[in-house]
Antibody, heavy 121, light 112 residues
Framework: EGQLLESGGALVQPGGSLRLSCAAS????????MSWVRQAPGKGLEWVAT???????SYADSVKGRFTISRDNSKNSMSVHMNSLRAEDTAVYYC???????????????WGQGTMVTVAS | QLVLTQSPSASASLGASVKLTCTLS???????IAWHQKQPEKGPRFLMK???????NKGDGVPDRFSGSSSGAERYLTISSLQSEDEADYYC??????????FGGGTKLTVL
């Protein structure tokens, strides 16, 4: 059974940067698109970014130009580098796997437990 | 614009059944969706993918008490024989051809 484990969450000042990582196990990582999804306190789930198996990235408008998603298939890992952080980026960040091999669209079928990012001075 | 609409809350008694609804916006009624369960302090859990014809594919280990169905623009999650651990937030999700994902606002399910 596949598993995802996020790390890197922290308290960061507005305007600062942070890198989150996601370690994958239990499935053929390089065959699946991977995503970041966040949940701000008291709010619902919000898609952030997705990277295809070959490294092509897609972003939500709210983070475009500030966040960069990437992956290392040799290490079964994915990351997101977050720049110019704002208070509204405060959230628990989850990594998630897309259900079907090689497709960049589809349901998220495996989720991590999340890592907290707090943007505050 | 692709939008998913969910009722903010639902409630049902222990042992009873409940049917949660996710409504697709006009022009998107043939989209498949996924249902996820979100409990406090835990990561979301994939429950199932529900297609426009009502067929569904459940995630690993999801109990038979959980089932999905469709009618027009609506996608349903039915939970039977409700248990206390089913109390959670339930989100529907879909995806668009421009490589983006949409979540509904979530339904908070209370088991009485």
């Amino acid at each position: 059974e596949g598993q995802l484990l996020e790390s890197g969450g922290a308290l960061v000042q507005p305007g600062g940067s942070l890198r989150l990582s996601c370690a994958a196990s239990g499935f053929t990582f390089g065959s699946y698109a991977m995503s970041w999804v966040r949940q701000a306190p008291g709010k619902g789930l919000e898609w952030v970014a997705t990277v295809s198996p070959t490294g092509r990235a897609s972003y939500a408008d709210s983070v475009k130009g500030r966040f960069t998603i990437s992956r290392d298939n040799s290490k079964n890992s994915m990351s997101v580098h977050m720049n110019s952080l704002r208070a509204e980026d405060t959230a628990v960040y989850y990594c998630a796997k897309v259900l079907e091999q090689w497709l960049v669209q589809g349901a998220f079928d495996i989720w991590g437990q999340g890592t907290m990012v707090t943007v505050a001075s | 614009q692709l939008v998913l609409t969910q009722s903010p809350s639902a409630s049902a008694s222990l042992g009873a059944s409940v049917k949660l609804t996710c409504t697709l916006s006009s022009g998107h009624t043939r989209y498949a969706i996924a249902w996820h369960q979100k409990q406090p302090e835990k990561g979301p859990r994939f429950l199932m993918k529900v297609n426009s014809d009502g067929s569904h594919n459940k995630g690993d280990g999801v109990p038979d008490r959980f089932s999905g169905s469709s009618s027009g623009a609506e996608r349903y999650l039915t939970i039977s024989s409700l248990q206390s651990e089913d109390e959670a937030d339930y989100y529907c999700q879909t995806w668009s051809t421009d490589v983006s994902w949409i979540f509904g606002g979530g339904t908070k399910l209370t088991v009485l």
